[in-house]
């Protein structure tokens, strides 16, 4: 009988295999750590203080920091004071990027976040629950002479968050609170050469606008975004990457449709797991450089998505097809109880997700923390995907745990039984421990790669080289659940060769199953390979299993 090509394949070519599989490997974390740039940059920008005479505010006017037109300027608020201009009348003004440089659509998106310069002022200090009440707006252009065009505007309400480290005296006044970092905008594109914000911070006593918020001294910002090299080396990565896995994807489903029986269950999902991977490698990004496509970090999280919720229902599926005396197999819908969580935690994060990158393609200044109910709401999506992934991860564990003691109890029976049988029972044995043994690997890789990306400062020097660890984590992992994959298929896709018995040999090779009364007829399953049996009602079967032809 014909069986995976991970049990035909001889010990040498396996090796062969595994070693070109490292090779590769050791490659993609080469190419991110010795090639590619950092994958991200932070740029930090100090806002402006305009002065808007302008009575009214006219609509539609931007304030420029510095260049040709550049604003009215005060150096701080106590020559605002002195020139008798009120708060309402200051705008903080903030050129992205810095003079002589110029944005790119390479960069991919944009993060701002914000960060207030309060000083503590015993008349003035920041009240328990403080608000700040921010009106801004962000505008663009290609041109450095050319004309702003408005991309967005908003009121925003943003919670601060500060902490006075030391004693609250008239001696301590001028001092700074530690005040933490605010989301502030985020763009799923650059396809401009230039932005501006202008920010302004309305008072209003009368109805409790950013009054108790203490003496904002500075408004600082960080800008980050992705860096244009190694946007191009995850590009052209990739771009390799689809066509080799979809070439193996086309040759596995061939091999599945030469046999003569219909495709098993996990031949099913091993195909759907092809499937997902491939989607989320088409460099569909090539056009987000042409395009100004800002919705590209939303569809870049739902295909994250998709892909590992089908790698996490495949090692279900794929652990209880090898509970080798389990009464029902072969059928998707004994695996609602693993997979069930799994469905919904995923449509939880996406909910998450659409709350605020969906929110975002028409607000870049929205964030879901930003308010007491939706940060409520994303902790709640969130602590409930996480009681899904752990019953996921209490189901698996005791899947695989029924699985090895499955192996153990038929491993003592394994020298009485026919050829025929134990070579089937060994072959689903080593199948299983192999992919254990693989799958482990690959999480342990990327956890630990995880830490250490988090750690150090980003790069180690070694010799005359700079070796970038973020970027190295990202290609590498990357890269290594794509040949995960592709192992997966070319491994366990049907091989052609046949093992067992002399006397069974032959062209067409017929398996008599007879099942007598009291006997479940599914005890027989394992005896033939291509679960071809027919159980019926009645209490006997004849039927016959036939090896696939034009597998040659």
Not at 85 to 106: G, R, T
Not at 212 to 221: A, F, H, M, P, Q
Not at 446 to 473: K, M
Request: hydrophobic share 45%.
């Amino acid at each position: 009988m014909a069986g995976a090509i991970i049990e035909n394949m001889s010990t040498k070519k396996l090796v062969i295999v595994g070693v070109i599989l490292l090779l590769f490997q050791a490659f993609s974390f080469m190419v991110g750590g010795l090639i590619a740039p950092s994958p991200t940059t932070a740029v930090h920008y100090l806002a402006t203080k305009c002065v808007d005479a302008v009575k009214g505010h006219q609509s539609g006017r931007w304030f420029m920091p510095w260049g040709p037109n550049q604003c009215d300027k005060i150096q701080d608020f106590d020559e605002a004071m002195s020139k008798k201009i009120e708060a309402n009348d200051i705008v903080f003004a903030v050129h992205i990027p810095l003079p002589n440089k110029e944005m790119s659509p390479w960069f991919q998106f944009m993060l701002v976040i914000l960060q207030f310069d309060i000083a503590f002022k015993m008349y003035n200090q920041i009240e328990d629950g403080a608000v700040a009440t921010i009106d801004v707006g962000v505008a663009y252009r290609d041109d450095m002479l050319g004309e702003w065009t408005e991309m967005a505007h908003s009121i925003e309400r943003r919670k601060l968050s500060c902490n006075f480290t030391t004693t609250k005296t008239y001696e301590n006044e001028g001092r700074y609170y530690e005040c933490d970092l605010l989301p502030f905008m985020e763009l799923g594109n650059v396809a401009h050469k230039y932005y501006l914000l202008n920010i302004r911070l309305p008072v209003s006593e009368r109805n409790k606008i950013n009054v108790g918020i203490g003496e904002i001294k500075d408004i600082r910002l960080v800008g980050i975004h992705q860096n244009g090299g190694f946007t191009k080396v995850w590009f052209a990565m990739k771009t390799f990457l689809t066509p080799s896995i979809l070439i193996i994807l086309v040759w596995y489903w061939r091999r599945i449709t030469l046999m003569t029986r219909p495709p098993v269950l996990l031949e099913k999902v091993i195909f759907a797991l092809g499937l997902c991977m491939t989607f989320i490698n088409i460099p569909v990004e090539w056009f987000s450089v042409g395009f100004n496509w800002t919705w590209m970090l939303l569809f870049g999280d739902i295909r994250q998505g998709i892909f590992y919720a089908m790698l996490l229902s495949f090692w279900i599926i794929f652990c209880g097809e090898h509970l080798m005396d389990q009464m029902e197999r072969n059928r998707f819908s004994i695996y609602w109880k693993q997979v069930g969580p799994i469905v919904f935690g995923s449509f939880c994060l996406f909910i998450f997700d659409m709350c605020e990158r969906g929110v975002q393609l028409k607000n870049p200044f929205y964030s879901i923390w930003a308010s007491d109910v939706g940060t409520e709401l994303a902790m709640a999506f969130i602590i409930v995907a996480g009681i899904c992934a752990c019953l996921y991860f209490l189901f698996l564990c005791f899947m695989v745990f029924q699985v090895f003691r499955n192996i153990s109890g038929k491993r003592s029976s394994l020298p009485a039984m026919s050829k025929a049988r134990r070579l089937h029972y060994e072959g689903l044995i080593f199948r299983f421990k192999f992919l254990m043994l693989v799958t482990l690997t690959c999480a342990a890789m990327t956890v630990i790669f995880f830490i250490i990306s988090q750690v150090n400062e980003g790069h180690w020097h070694w010799g005359d080289y700079t070796v970038q660890v973020n970027s190295a984590f990202f290609t590498g992992i990357y890269g290594m659940w794509n040949l995960y994959v592709f192992a997966i298929m070319f491994l366990y896709a049907p091989s052609h060769k046949r093992y067992g018995d002399e006397q069974s040999r032959g062209d067409d090779v017929k398996c008599y199953l007879k099942a007598w009364s009291g006997i479940s007829p599914y005890l027989f399953l394992p005896l033939c390979p291509f679960n071809q049996v027919t159980v019926s009602k009645d209490k006997v079967i004849n039927d016959v299993c036939r090896e696939p032809k034009g597998l040659t």
